[in-house]
C-alpha cells in the first residue's frame, strides 16, 4: 500500500485530489507549476515541493493531473531518472493514444504507470460512488488500490492502458443520453405547466425506480451483443418501434422536440426493414457501427 503520496498539479480537480488524501491521513506532497495554488492545502498539512523533482522523491506514488498530456511529458521527461521504480498514476484527461504513447515512455524508463479517468467532478473527489477507471498492470494497481480508494471508488478496468480514456467517452455517451433522455420526460409530463400532470421532481422519483430496470435490460443484453445471438423474446425490436410510435405521437401532441423519438424510430427502423424485428434491441448496435447493415 503506498501510505504516502504526491500530487502534481492543483487545478481544481488536483487541489481536490491532494484534500482527499490528506483526509484519508496519507502524508501528501504537492507540487504546481504557477505558485501560490498550494497554500490552502498546506493549512490542511500538505508538505509544498519548490520542485517537481523534490515532490516524486518525497513519495514512492505520483498522482498527475495536468492540462494536458504535452505538461505531463514535460513535467515529467526531466526526471526519468528519479522516477525509475516509483509509480505515476496519470489523471490528466486525454486520448487512447495520449495513453498509450506515455506507457511507452514509462516502460522506456522502468517507471511503474497506470493511467487513468475521474468520472465526476472535483465536489466529487473523496465521496465513496466517485468512479475512478485505471488502466495498467493488475499489479501495480494492487500495490495503490488503498491509498486510491481515499478518492472514491478505484476500479481496474484491464491492462491496456488506453482503455480508461476508451471507458470515458463511452460512459459520457451514456450520461448525456440518460440525462436527454430524462428532460424528455421532464418535459413532457410538465407539458400543461405548473399545476399540470407532474412536477419534474415527482417524475424524477418514479425515473429512479425505473433506471433499475433498465439496468436489468442492459444486463440482460450485455451478453447478446457479446455472442451476436439476439432473441427478441417477450420484447422484440418491432413492439419498440410501435411504442416509440407512441413516444414520437405524444411528444408530438405536447410539443416536446429533443430529436430522441426520431432518433428511435430511423436506427429501429432500419433494423426491422432489415428483417430483424424479432430481434431483441441489443440488435440495434449492429446498425450503430461504421460499416455494419445500411
Known sequence: MCADVTVLGLGPMGAAL????LAAGHRTTVWNRTPGKADALAAQGAAEAVTATAAVTASPLTVVCLATYDAVHEVLAPMAGELAGRTVVNFTSGSPEHARETTAWAERHGVRYLDGVIMTTPSGIGTPDALLLHGGPQSVFEDCRGTLAALGDPVHVGTDTARPSVYDTALLALMWGTLTGWLHGAALVGADGPGGNATATDYTEVADR?????RTFMNAHAPDIDSGHCPGAD????LHLMTMDILAHASELRGVSSGLPELFQELTGRAVDAGHGDDSFARLIEFMRKGGPA
Open 18 to 21: 491532494a484534500a482527499a488524501f
Open 235 to 238: 420484447f422484440p425490436l418491432r
Open 210 to 214: 425505473w433506471t433499475r430496470t433498465v
